[in-house]
């Protein structure tokens, strides 16, 4: 059985069992009906999910960002390669030419 498919009555009647046995001092089950069955949906997992790269909101909207960082922190090294091959072909092309004089 799924747990969205328990009565909420059965539910409560569960917790009330399970926490009676740890002599806890609440042995009524700490949410509504409507809270309960609002923390089973997979909206809910997500949202409350906490940790790297998941899929809930936060993570989502930080990932591109640092991805993005990567990105440009690449680009940069790449740009700074690019001018050193550059640099390096004209200082051969000046030696090459220089040796035909």
């Given amino acids: 059985m799924k747990p969205a ?6 539910v ?5 069992e399970a926490v009676g046995k740890f002599n806890f001092e609440r ?9 309960y069955q609002n923390s089973l949906t997979a ?3 997500l949202a409350s999910s906490k940790g790297l790269g998941g899929p809930q909101r936060a993570e989502v909207v930080r990932m591109p960002g640092v991805e993005k960082a990567k990105l440009a922190k690449d680009a940069a ?3 700074q390669q690019r001018q050193k091959l550059a640099q390096a072909f004209a200082n ?3 030696i090459f030419y220089a040796l035909g004089q």
Avoid: G, K
Avoid at 12 to 16: E, H, K, L, N, P
Avoid at 28 to 35: C, G, H, I, S, V
């Fill in 5 to 10: 498919d328990i009565p909420f009555d059965v």
């Fill in 12 to 16: 409560q009647r569960i917790y009330a």
């Fill in 27 to 35: 042995t009524q089950f700490p949410l509504t009906q409507e809270q």
């Fill in 43 to 45: 909206q809910n997992m």
């Fill in 77 to 79: 090294w790449l740009q």
């Fill in 92 to 94: 051969l092309d000046r």
